[in-house]
């Protein structure tokens, strides 16, 4: 039914001897071609955002920074949107997605990526989309 995970040698860029490589799971959600599309993305981005990313880390903002803020902005949005101004609202969603846009990024130029770092932006955007998806109960509508 599952399948063992695959596994990558990852050598420390700090070392010149492959005897102090280590095997880690190589843990992917991804399909080969979506996988490589993926990628493909992935260094675009870093390329187009370079100059961003190397200000927020010599600001010492960290992906984490990122994620809790993009976290706090997603989550702002539905409270704002029903009971005070829908156009703060509006800027505080696109503020979630531009932020949920950098976490991973800086993650990746700052050397600092991982599954966890990954898992739990995905958990905390898949929060912000079940309390968006719990808006309309709170307004007393039907979905």
């Known amino acids: 039914m599952f399948s063992e995970p695959e596994f990558e040698s990852e050598i420390d860029p700090k070392s ?3 005897s102090d490589s280590k095997s880690v799971p190589k843990v992917t959600c991804y399909s080969e071609g979506d996988g490589e599309f993926m990628h493909w993305s992935q260094a675009l981005r870093g ?4 100059p961003f990313l190397v ?7 960290s992906p984490n920074h990122l994620t809790l803020l993009s976290l ?3 989550l702002g949005f539905c409270p704002v949107f029903i009971w005070s101004s829908k156009p703060v609202a509006f800027g505080l969603l696109v503020l979630h997605v531009l932020l949920d846009g950098l976490d991973g990024p800086l993650a990746r130029y700052s050397n600092n ?3 966890k770092g990954s898992f739990t932006d995905t958990t905390s955007d898949q929060v912000v989309v079940t309390s968006r998806r719990g808006q309309p109960w709170f307004q007393g509508r039907n979905v």
């Open 16 to 18: 010149d001897s492959e």
């Open 72 to 74: 706090a902005t997603g």
């Open 113 to 115: 990526a991982s599954n």
């Open 55 to 61: 200000v927020m880390a010599r600001a010492g903002i």
């Open 47 to 50: 390329r187009l955002l370079t």
